[in-house]
């Protein structure tokens, strides 16, 4: 049995490295790999690397498709995503880097503005998938997140490898 995976949050440190776990993995036939758009100033997403990769398609999803309606409808965008899967990752978080999140701060306060980027992302988005992934029966979800994750850290065994999916791929 060959498994299909979607990994969210791809573009991050922590869901680059889990893409490009499942991307060498014989097991896995299929690799789904959802980011939110880039803005037009950010260099070109770290995604890019696998444009012509068979086994991978890219999906670049808007705010508007982690909406409650969005996720009942069965013709979403993320539920078309998930629909298949074996294994949905989700690598989404709130960076304190992100400029978005910045910008919130700057608007309100420090603890505001991050505030309100983690009910959006790590509660809002991951719970939105998470619903997702239960209406499309997917095999089995996982959210990983990594305090401090540093994308300049790969290869360095800064980041913890459940030994349940290990073993899986």
């Known amino acids: 049995m060959t498994l299909s995976c979607v990994v969210a949050g791809a573009s991050g440190a922590v869901g680059q490295w889990i893409a490009k776990t499942l991307v060498a993995s014989v097991a896995v036939s299929k ?3 959802i980011s939110r758009p880039r803005p037009s100033t950010e260099e070109k997403s770290p995604l890019a690397i696998y444009e012509t990769n068979p086994k991978v398609q890219i999906s670049y999803v808007e705010e508007s498709d982690w909406s409650a309606g969005a996720v009942a409808s069965g013709d979403g965008k993320l539920r078309t995503l998930l ?8 690598a989404m978080g709130t960076s304190r880097a992100n400029q978005e999140v910045k910008d919130a701060q700057a608007a309100s306060t420090y603890a505001q503005g991050f505030e309100a980027w983690l009910k959006k992302v790590d ?3 991951n719970g939105a998938l998470a619903q997702a992934a239960g209406l499309e029966k997917c095999g089995s979800f996982v959210r990983i997140s990594a305090i401090g994750a540093n994308s300049s850290m790969h290869g360095t065994g800064n980041f913890f490898q459940h030994s349940a999916c290990k073993s899986v791929i």
């Open 123 to 125: 509660l809002g988005q």
């Open 31 to 33: 690799v789904v790999l």
């Open 83 to 90: 629909r298949g899967a074996n294994l949905v990752f989700t």
